[in-house]
């Protein structure tokens, strides 16, 4: 445990830079400067397998390699925007062990050839911008950033931005935007970002956890890092735990580990030794898991989630028990994306409107049946029908809810669902 | 002169420097909460100035206020007790927490107490879902994290900022 990302808890004070440093810190960065060529650096992490941390689970090295190398100036942005509701992860990786993190920000631009990298920190995140500036200023201080560096021409600046309460800025088009000192709402793409970035220029926009596994790519190899997790998802993740567990919190383990080690033997299990009932393991914008001993016994990889009808995203661990109704879930969730849909795609806009009044309908007590169809036929019509996932996201855990859940809707309405209304619902989610 | 400009001048170059002088656009989110820590929230007059500043309209400056949730364009409280509702939280009691800080207060979410203290808010997800109840704090000094905490911490907390407004 905590062998690449949260060492701060293994290491004492490696939040401070003369003991990063200590432990090889800036040992890569220097190497990679003064020694390798950026698109050796960038085949390194490619050979490394490691995918994007934020979600989406895309080859970071491969991401790096689509940079336009005809179009000038280029910019690396990170994604600190950290907004899942379930998400925590990032804010305790760049608190406690900042410099490792910002090691991976200079490796990223080095290896994309950028000079200027900016940290784009959700607004709330305020006391942590202001220490990440006081670690800049310190890394300035010893020629790790700057003209120069360690002698050679490659010189690079660092800065922090702070959004404003939006989480739609967590989508990498509208975060740009957002940079830009715009209204965040997603681009149309493609163009994606590492031919039209920030400025229209080529950007790489990589999330905090992603970036914070380059520095020890780079120290101990490609074999190394190889040597956790699975094939296709090599390396450890950061699984932030939430909900009814006695020990919720942030523990790295290998990808691939089961959802049951993960609840059970590191969360504690359920609080007051009550039943699990669901797992999202993408924090509000998963789908509903039935939390049976098959998917307790699932690995948590990239490739294994889905088999139990969920993805693993940016691994928000959200631990419902026995004691949940599923209405009033996807109240909260409905309540959550209505307010931050951004407006600009119709569906989303409306019809997460939609869906919440449904949502606060049926949690009300004042449902029939017509008003659950009705929810998961909005919900059918936003899917895939807007620039960017949100719209997508709204409607995950109202329609595995639906299917999933079944007997929740049934107390609700306080009726059986008739067959020709369930043939209905079915037709919907086929559609 | 620009009030702004001459009240924190050194402050707008170092933030104007961050970006290529010709997207100084950029600036316009950092821009904002210099603005806002004059009263806690923005004003008209504001927005013309940050919009000569970076030479855009000032309702293009309106806009940024009305879509970001951090940004306010009415007088609140001098505080602003945030607590995240969200699913997460209110998996661990967050509702009822929000509920009890509301009646010790004698105040509805969104509404301010009578001695313009304090604003109780219920907002989204606040990437602390391991320490609920938890809530932020908005107020000209920043923003900070308060994180496992109970009602009475809480009041406690308000009573704190009570006293410190009467000695003011």
Known sequence: MNDILLRHREIKDIGQLAVYRQHEGFEGFKRAVTGMQPDELTEMVKASGLRGRGGAGFSTGMKWSFIDKNAWPHYVVVNADESEPGTFKDREIMESNPFQFLEGVALCAYAVGAHTAYIYLRGEFWQLAAHLDASIAEMEKEGLLGDNLFGSDYSLRIYTHLGAGAYICGEETALLESLEGKLGQPRLRPPFPPSFGLYGKPTIVNNVETLANVPLIVQKGVDWFRGFGTEKSPGTKVFSLSGNVVKPGNYELPLGTTFRELIYTHGGGITDGRKIKAIMPAGASSSLIVADDKALDTPMDYESVPSVGAMLGSASIIVVDETVSMDWLINKTMHFFQHESCGKCTPCREGTYWMRHLTERIHHNQATWDDVILLQDVASNVKGKCLCALGDFSTEAVISSITRFRGDFEAKVGAPLSAPAEAELKEQVSN | ?168
């Open chain 2, 1 to 168: 002169m620009n009030p702004l400009r001459e009240r924190y001048g050194q402050e707008i170059d170092d933030i104007l420097a961050k970006y290529p002088q010709e997207q100084k656009r950029s600036a316009v989110m950092p821009l904002l909460y210099v603005a806002q820590r004059e009263y806690g929230y923005v004003t008209r007059e504001h927005l013309g100035q940050i919009g000569e500043i970076l030479a855009i309209a000032p309702t293009e400056v309106a806009s940024i206020v009305g879509f970001y949730t951090l940004y306010h364009d009415t007088p609140g409280g001098k505080y602003r007790l945030q607590i995240c509702n969200d699913l997460p939280c209110a998996l661990r009691g967050a509702d009822k927490f929000l509920e009890g800080v509301c009646d010790h207060l004698g105040v509805k979410p969104g509404e301010t107490s009578e001695d313009g203290v304090v604003t109780v808010e219920a907002v989204m997800c606040l990437a602390a879902c391991d320490k609920a109840p938890m809530f932020q704090v908005q107020s000209a000094e920043g923003i900070s994290y308060h994180e496992n905490q109970t009602v009475q911490s809480t009041i406690a907390l308000v009573d704190g900022w009570r006293k410190k407004e009467e000695t003011k």
